[in-house]
């Protein structure tokens, strides 16, 4: 079989050489104003973490810490979204009702008892997205007292999801200061920085 590559050619590194810095970020910061997908987690850079939902909440909770995420997409055989199972889910009140209503114990507790389903998730469109700011973001999942928003896009006929917000983490580089365990606290200040506290 002939060879059909051939070397590229290398040059010394020069010692002044710099390192390219993302255009959006000021010493890790960004603005109201800087355009929404700068805060995106994009998925098609970034591999989305799932897990099934028939994994123990140990497994979830393991999962998260080792992959260093705070959302995971929970799929079927067919690496279909049916639901998400958060950080805040595994803490929350969520396994304590499941487990008192149906007197088990906490091991005994799936993904797939206490995730939110696909049914009670909204999604923003990524064509929107893309003409949008952080503030824009910011308002809607603080009118939406949502913690995470998911980002769509059609593609080859289907529907993908494209990416995702955190309010955690636009909130860290918009400067604010937030305990993330309390979900209140992110959202006031959220407020508080879009001058928009009602």
Same mark, same amino acid.
Request: aromatic share 4%; charged share 20%; with cysteine.
């Given at each position: 079989?002939?060879?059909?590559?051939?070397?590229?050619?290398?040059?010394?590194?020069?010692?002044?050489?710099?390192?390219?810095?993302?255009?959006?970020?000021?010493? *890790?910061?960004?603005?109201? /104003?800087?355009? $929404?997908?700068?805060? &995106? =987690?994009?998925?098609?850079?970034?591999? #989305?973490?799932?897990?099934?939902?028939?994994?123990?909440?140990?497994?979830?909770?393991?999962?998260?810490?080792?992959?260093?995420?705070?959302?995971?997409?929970?799929?079927?055989?067919?690496?279909?979204?049916?639901?998400?199972?958060?950080?805040?889910?595994?803490?929350?009140?969520?396994?304590?009702?499941?487990?008192?209503?149906? *007197?088990?114990?906490?091991? /005994?507790?799936? $993904?797939?008892?206490? &995730? =939110?389903?696909?049914?009670?998730?909204? #999604?923003?469109?990524?064509?929107?997205v893309k003409k949008a700011k952080i503030g824009d973001i910011a308002m809607t999942m603080?009118?939406l007292h949502r913690q995470h928003a998911l980002v769509v896009e059609e593609h080859q006929?289907?529907?993908?999801?494209?990416?995702?917000?955190?309010?955690?983490?636009?909130?860290?580089?918009?400067?604010?200061?937030?305990?993330?365990?309390?979900?209140?606290?992110?959202?006031?200040?959220?407020?508080?920085i879009l001058g928009c506290n009602q």
């Amino acid at each position: 079989m002939p060879c059909n590559y051939e070397e590229l050619e290398v040059k010394p590194l020069k010692t002044a050489a710099t390192l390219c810095q993302p255009e959006f970020l000021h010493d *890790g910061r960004v603005a109201l /104003e800087d355009p $929404a997908t700068t805060v &995106m =987690t994009d998925l098609t850079a970034v591999a #989305a973490v799932t897990i099934s939902p028939s994994s123990s909440l140990n497994e979830a909770t393991e999962k998260m810490i080792n992959m260093n995420v705070k959302l995971l997409f929970v799929t079927d055989a067919n690496n279909r979204i049916i639901g998400l199972l958060t950080y805040s889910d595994l803490q929350g009140e969520r396994p304590i009702q499941f487990q008192q209503m149906n *007197g088990i114990s906490r091991s /005994e507790i799936l $993904a797939l008892d206490i &995730m =939110t389903g696909v049914d009670q998730i909204d #999604a923003l469109n990524f064509s929107v997205v893309k003409k949008a700011k952080i503030g824009d973001i910011a308002m809607t999942m603080k009118k939406l007292h949502r913690q995470h928003a998911l980002v769509v896009e059609e593609h080859q006929g289907t529907r993908r999801v494209r990416g995702l917000f955190s309010t955690t983490h636009i909130s860290k580089l918009l400067g604010v200061q937030i305990d993330t365990f309390e979900v209140a606290t992110t959202f006031a200040d959220l407020g508080r920085i879009l001058g928009c506290n009602q």
